[in-house]
């Protein structure tokens, strides 16, 4: 049989509302030389039927049906089967516009680029898409302009996102073994802290190629997750001093301290009366590593918004955090209010 020219990779969990769109988007793509693996990690409703189905209309569709063991090793599973000379990964309650992969893939030979990074709209709900946030300039980054803005993005900093989907992958990355986390929150970041830093050529282009379903989550971060995102960005600390690249140290210090905010305000908003204890706020805030990380966190990367909250953190001022998280929940209520009424229209 004829090596297919991409192999997607759609990692599937209990999505029988969402995953006949997936896959039904992909199926009428206008590039038809591919293989498509669903990788289906144990659902327990009817995505295993729903995914037999495409089988049985489409031979470039196979189902491999696993045990749970998240998204990180579902990818994995993926990867490994995979007979394309290009990989791209698809979640199983996103889809993909019907030139999506033709236009990555045409990107991909016409540069010769290790990584295409394509544009993508969020969608909220079952609603339409409503947000341009990931729209990209088409530029091609080489060298060590493609490593460094690689490895900003994924901290979050770089001119592009650090999500697995909506990217076209020279199968060749794949040739050296990627190590695995052993994650279930933050896969993403690890898997292209790996990638970018391998790929001699990175391009994006500015043609929307995937639609993300954006709120299938919440807002909360519990503190199993919490725990998960600390152990990422040790990883990617170290596997970043192992390839002397330090001059990313004060992204990574910035990016820890993100995730202890984000936990605060967990706590904070979201928590109940135990988590909202004072001393148990205090007790995060007086935390070494925070600390520790606030210290050495220049004041050049703490944008002006923010400033004043970095500052109470280092002071260890407790009340007037709590008061500052429970202003700010305000109004990312009233923002999304906002973003849920435009989506309607």
């Not at 089967?81 to 999506?100: C, Q, S």
């Not at 030979?109 to 079952?126: F, H, L, P, Q, T």
């Not at 409503?130 to 060590?144: F, M, T």
Request: hydrophobic share 35%; glycine share 6%; net charge neutral.
């Amino acid at each position: 049989m004829k090596r297919p020219e991409v192999s997607i990779i759609v990692s599937i969990y209990n999505k029988q509302k969402e995953i006949k769109k997936c896959l039904e988007s992909i199926r009428k793509q206008t590039f038809t030389d591919f293989e498509v693996l669903m990788i289906d990690d144990g659902s327990t409703d009817r995505t295993p039927e729903i995914c037999k189905a495409f089988t049985g209309k489409d031979v470039r569709f196979q189902h491999i049906y696993k045990q749970n063991g998240g998204l990180e090793a579902s990818r994995r599973t993926g990867y490994l089967m995979a007979k394309g000379k290009y990989f791209a990964f698809v979640d199983g309650d996103d889809w993909l516009p019907e030139n999506g992969i033709e236009l990555l893939y045409e990107e991909a030979i016409n540069s010769e680029a290790d990584i295409v990074i394509g544009s993508y709209k969020r969608v909220v709900g079952r609603l339409s898409p409503i947000s341009v946030a990931g729209v990209l300039d088409s530029k091609q980054y080489e060298g060590e302009e493609a490593v460094h803005n690689g490895m900003l993005s994924v901290l979050s900093f770089g001119a592009f996102p650090a999500y697995a989907w909506g990217k076209l992958y020279n199968r060749n990355l794949f040739d050296e073994a990627i190590k695995l986390g052993h994650i279930f929150m933050g896969e993403d970041a690890w898997l292209n802290t790996q990638l970018f830093l391998k790929a001699s050529k990175i391009t994006t282009i500015s043609s929307v190629v995937y639609y993300y379903r954006w709120g299938g989550g919440s807002e909360k971060l519990s503190y199993n997750n919490f725990l998960d995102l600390l152990y990422v960005n040790k990883m990617i600390r170290e596997y970043y001093e192992k390839n002397n690249t330090h001059h990313t140290s004060p992204y990574i210090e910035r990016m820890r301290v993100n995730l202890y905010d984000s936990f605060l305000e967990t706590m904070i908003v979201f928590g109940g009366r135990e988590d909202r204890a004072y001393e148990n706020i205090a007790q995060i805030v007086s935390n070494a590593d925070f600390q520790k990380s606030l210290e050495n966190l220049p004041d050049w990367i703490v944008a002006p918004e923010h400033k004043e909250l970095i500052s109470l953190y280092r002071e260890k001022n407790v009340s007037a955090i709590i008061k500052a998280k429970e202003k700010n929940r305000i109004r990312k209520v009233l923002k999304n209010y906002v973003l849920k009424g435009l989506s309607c229209i």
